[in-house]
Nanobody, 124 residues
Framework: QVQLVESGGGLVQAGGSLRLSCAASGRFFSSYVMAWFRQAPGKEREFVAGINRSGGGTSYADSVKGRVTISRDNAKNTVYLQMNSLKPEDTAVYYC?????????????????WGQGTQVTVSS
């Protein structure tokens, strides 16, 4: 069993930055592919970024590529999402998720564990 707790969300002006964190409890954190998803009001939950078990491989949605960096610290059981040059369309609830897989997959259905979400609001 893995429990995920996100933090770091908030209100920021367009062009600003935020760093989200996701702390995991439980064992074998390094055995999970980790990802960030987001969900805006009235929209489906979408993949933002993912990172493989070792942290050596990452994947990003086209909409955030070049502005967002995902990283993980397996010693601290934590995954991060550094977001720069934020846009109003980045406004959403951001969720951390864990999957007992080897590869980064962009589908919500393969992720076994989810955090409660953290709100990110970008004002224009």
């Amino acid at each position: 069993q893995v429990q995920l707790v996100e933090s770091g969300g908030g209100l920021v002006q367009a062009g600003g930055s935020l760093r989200l964190s996701c702390a995991a409890s439980g064992r074998f954190f390094s055995s999970y592919v980790m990802a960030w998803f987001r969900q805006a009001p009235g929209k489906e939950r979408e993949f933002v970024a993912g990172i493989n078990r070792s942290g050596g491989g990452t994947s990003y949605a086209d909409s955030v590529k070049g502005r967002v960096t995902i990283s993980r610290d397996n010693a601290k059981n934590t995954v991060y999402l550094q977001m720069n040059s934020l846009k109003p369309e980045d406004t959403a609830v951001y969720y951390c998720a864990a999957a007992n897989k080897y590869a980064i997959i962009k589908l919500t259905t393969v992720y076994n564990y989810w955090g409660q979400g953290t709100q990110v609001t970008v004002s224009s």
